[in-house]
């Protein structure tokens, strides 16, 4: 039997799309998060980069804004990365923080203002692991109160978070986090809150300790995962780079197509995924012109289809292209996911196969269809339904338009 999710994971699976963002001391020297262990830079030289952080062009309205205006639900920032250096003030725990650099701001109390402002769920990264930390090579156990401590910061200073999300213990595999106790200090100040904690590149979709609340597909493509007999019933999330990197790399000019993205977001949703679409911002805080664009591109795909990404869970219906596939949505309808269905132009200018993908069929259909009609203009489909098989007409694109992966709304009589 398939456990029931308890309400904080129910309403997580529905967010559908979020953001990613990994700004830190590292994005200064435009190398990527793991510049400092990759590029073997001493510590104390690592350091003096706190000189320089002024974080100036940080701006949390903008990111909030850009964020909400791709249809994003939620925005998980690193708070802490895996250099020791916290973007809120570590409260005497440290001095290595935001607040104690020439930026003189507590970072994380701007995004966490900013998110509740604009209704979007602020998640909170957070490092389980720290090179800088020497407790962490030296003293583990008093490393384990120090990451506790805080993380309670985070748990009781900001007002209400969406969720904590762990990456670090793979690190050492074979040590004892003492995850329980972490995990229930984290439940008694922030109930709602989602629990992730990153199994790594290597694990992906495995379920960690019983207390977290989602699995990871670090940069993997989400699959459909039997929950039968789990203790608990848990979400699921992909995180995503636009080029090769978390953190700012400024020689990086490998991205990703935007029709790559568009599909992996559609792929998490067949699966009950969210997707984390990252961000890196430069050393002053500011965002790159191409990354905006992405975020602004992706809106814009979201803006007609959301509908078919919030509040939608998978379905058990076939078709006859596994390219394409079909989601429940709570509000009773399917959600017909198309995808190369080619394009009406002249001979001169278009190449397709429209014939061969325009005939879309759905089988294991309960219920009598009313309507199939395209999200992004309305149009209605021809169909043929005979018991639970459905035929879908799917009409090309116009010439001009090309989503990708393109959305029907199939309707029921009541």
Known sequence: MIPKPEKRIYNFERYGLGLFIHYGLYSLLGQGEWALDLNNIPMEEYEKLERNFTAENFNTEEIVTMAKNAGMKYITLTTRHHDGFSLYDARGLSTFDAPHSPAKRDLIYEFANSCHKHDIVPVMYHTTLDWREPSFHNDFKGYLQYLKESVKILCTEYGNIGGVWFDGNWSRPDDDWQEDDLYSMIRSYQ??????NNTGLDKLGQPGRPEIDCVTFERGAPFAINKDGWRKYL???????????????????????????????????????????????????????????????????????????????PSAIKTNYDENFVVNGDNGCLYLFVSNIG?????????????????????????????????????KLDFVQEGDFVQVICTPYSYGTNYVVRVAKVSFKK
């Open 191 to 196: 109930p709602d809150a989602i629990i992730v």
């Open 235 to 313: 979400g699921s999330e992909m995180c995503e780079v636009l080029n090769s990197h978390w953190g700012y790399a400024q020689k990086d000019v490998n991205y990703k197509s935007l029709s790559t993205i568009i599909s992996e977001i559609a792929t998490c949703r067949r699966y009950g995924a969210n997707m984390l679409l990252n961000v890196g911002p430069k050393g002053d805080g500011s965002i790159r012109t191409i990354d905006k664009g992405f975020i602004e591109e992706v809106g814009n795909w979201m803006r007609p289809f959301s509908e078919a990404i919030y509040n939608v869970r």
């Open 343 to 379: 394009m009406l132009g002249s001979f001169n200018v278009v190449k397709n196969d429209t014939e061969k993908k325009n005939g879309v069929t759905m089988s294991g259909v309960s219920g009598i269809c009313e309507e199939i009609k395209w999200l992004d203009n309305d149009e």
